[in-house]
Nanobody, 118 residues
Framework: QVQLVESGGGLVQPGGSLRLSCAAS????????MGWYRQAPGKQRELVAG???????NYADSVKGRFTISRDGAKNTVYLQMNSLKPEDTAVYSC????????????WGQGTQVTVSS
């Protein structure tokens, strides 16, 4: 059973930074894609940043230039460095790992709260 454990959320002032970590129970390279999603109250869950096993990276327009997704294969961990945080970044952030064969299957972490407020 795949397990994803997030850490690093918390309360930060606008303009501040946080780094989220997602530790996987197995090799992160066994997943074609991994990413960070977020869901704010009353809003749909959205993809914040994704990374494929081949290293292709994409970001939501709202976080480009502020957030950076990275990974450490030796630690089976994916990170999300969040800089210049804004109140609208407040949400529950969840780590996702996706497999596509023989069918799509998504694995999720428990989520970590990020609150940006003065």
């Amino acid at each position: 059973q795949v397990q994803l454990v997030e850490s690093g959320g918390g309360l930060v002032q606008p303009g501040g930074s946080l780094r989220l970590s997602c530790a996987a129970s197995g090799s992160i390279f066994s997943f074609p894609a991994m990413g960070w999603y977020r869901q704010a109250p009353g809003k749909q869950r959205e993809l914040v940043a994704g990374i494929t096993s081949g290293g292709y990276i994409n970001y939501a327009d709202s976080v480009k230039g502020r957030f950076t997704i990275s990974r450490d294969g030796a630690k089976n961990t994916v990170y999300l460095q969040m800089n210049s945080l804004k109140p609208e970044d407040t949400a529950v952030y969840s780590c996702n790992a996706a497999q596509f064969a023989p069918y799509r299957r998504d694995y999720w972490g428990q989520g970590t709260q990020v609150t940006v407020s003065s």
